[in-house]
C-alpha cells in the first residue's frame, strides 16, 4: 500500500469547522487529484494539479479548497461553505505526461455532525 | 467536456457465469480508459487499461474491448468468482478523468 498516503482514515468534526484532508505520494508523479464519493455514487472531481503551484477546479469545487507548494503533497481543506461534507474522500496521483494511470490513496471518511 | 455513461448499474450473475459492463463517452480525443475495481471501503484499484491505438486487451479472465467509432468500451469477466463481488468504474482521459458511475457486481456462489 505505499506510494500515496492519506490521513487520517476516519475524521469527525463539528458543523461549521474547517477541515484539512492530507495527500502525500512518493510516485515523483506530476498530477494529483481529489475525489468525493458519496454512498452509491461514482467519484466526482473536486480539485486536480497538473504541476507544483498550479491547480483546477473539478465538477464540485465549491466550498473545497488545495494547494500545491510541493510535488509530494496536495493538502484539501473543507470549508464550512460546504452544504454536504460528509463522504469519503479520495486521492489519486498519475503521471500524466506518460502513464496516464491513476494511483489511489487509502481514502478519508470525514463525518461533519 | 468529457461525459462517461456506465451500464447496468447492478449486475448479478452465477459463479462461474460471464459479466459485461459497457460505457460511452463523448468526446473523441479521448485516448485512454481505464477501469478499476473498488471493494467495499477500500481504495479503487486498476484491473485493466486500453489506449486507443487498440481494439482488445484481455489479461486472464479480463477483457477489455473499445470500439472508437461508436465510443463504447466494454469490460469482460468470464468464469467468474465469488471474489470478483465489487463495484466496478470505468474511466476516460480528457483534460482530467471522468468517471463512470459505477457497476456493483455481486457473483452468487
Known amino acids: 500500500d505505499g506510494g500515496i498516503t492519506q490521513s487520517p482514515k476516519y475524521l469527525f468534526r463539528k458543523e461549521g469547522q474547517n477541515v484539512t484532508l492530507s495527500c502525500e505520494q512518493n510516485l515523483n508523479h506530476d498530477a494529483m487529484y481529489w475525489y468525493r464519493q458519496d454512498p452509491g455514487q461514482g467519484l466526482r472531481l473536486i480539485y486536480y494539479s497538473q504541476i507544483v503551484n498550479d491547480f483546477q477546479k473539478g465538477d464540485i469545487a465549491e466550498g473545497y479548497s488545495v494547494s500545491r507548494e510541493k510535488k509530494e503533497s496536495f493538502p484539501l481543506t473543507v470549508t464550512s461553505a460546504q452544504k454536504n461534507p460528509t463522504a469519503f474522500y479520495l486521492c489519486a496521483s498519475a503521471d500524466w505526461g506518460t502513464a496516464y494511470e491513476q494511483y489511489f490513496g487509502p481514502g478519508t471518511r470525514l463525518t461533519v455532525t | 467536456g468529457e461525459n462517461v455513461e456506465q451500464h447496468p448499474s447492478t449486475l448479478s450473475v452465477q459463479e462461474g457465469d460471464s459479466a459485461v459492463i459497457k460505457c460511452t463517452y463523448s468526446?473523441?480525443?479521448?485516448?485512454?480508459f481505464p477501469w478499476y475495481k473498488q471493494e467495499l471501503g477500500k481504495r479503487p484499484q486498476l484491473i485493466i487499461d486500453i489506449r486507443s491505438n487498440v481494439g482488445e486487451k484481455k489479461d486472464q479472465r479480463i477483457a477489455v474491448t473499445l470500439n472508437k467509432t461508436a465510443k463504447h468500451f466494454s469490460l469482460h469477466i468470464t468464469e467468474t468468482q465469488p471474489e470478483d463481488s465489487a463495484v466496478y468504474f470505468c474511466?476516460?482521459?480528457?483534460?482530467?478523468?471522468?468517471f463512470g458511475t459505477g457497476t456493483s457486481l455481486t457473483v452468487i456462489p
Open positions: 474511466a476516460a482521459n480528457g483534460n482530467q478523468f471522468y
Open positions: 468526446d473523441s480525443a479521448s485516448n485512454y
